[in-house]
Nanobody, 116 residues
Framework: QVQLVESGGGLVQPGGSLRLSCVAS????????MSWYRQAPGKERELVAL????????NYTDSVKGRFTISRDNAKNTVYLQMNSLKPEDTAMYYC?????????WGQGTQVTVSS
């Protein structure tokens, strides 16, 4: 059974940091490109960051460049999103996604709220 389980979300003040984790099971994690998406209320889901299967390449949406870092540990079947200098506009539900060709899986999401 395929599972992607996110954790690490919560309430944080502007300028603060959070580290999201996504633990995968039920598929060959090291073969999949992993990505983080987010969706704010009333907005479309957007790609935040992605990382290659080996972890050697990554890309970010412009609004998080220099603040967020995606990484993965294939030995632990886990992908991370380190989020620093958080802003209120980063408030959203964050989802991890595993992609391999036309095959993909989604996690259930973890809520991040940035507010004073």
């Amino acid at each position: 059974q395929v599972q992607l389980v996110e954790s690490g979300g919560g309430l944080v003040q502007p300028g603060g940091s959070l580290r999201l984790s996504c633990v995968a099971s039920g598929f060959t994690f090291s073969s999949y490109v992993m990505s983080w998406y987010r969706q704010a209320p009333g907005k479309e889901r957007e790609l935040v960051a992605l990382i290659s299967s080996a972890g050697t390449r990554s890309n970010y949406t412009d609004s998080v460049k220099g603040r967020f870092t995606i990484s993965r540990d294939n030995a632990k079947n886990t992908v991370y999103l380190q989020m620093n200098s958080l802003k209120p506009e980063d408030t959203a539900m964050y989802y991890c996604k595993a992609t391999w060709g036309n095959s993909y899986y989604w996690g259930q999401g973890t809520q991040v709220t940035v507010s004073s």
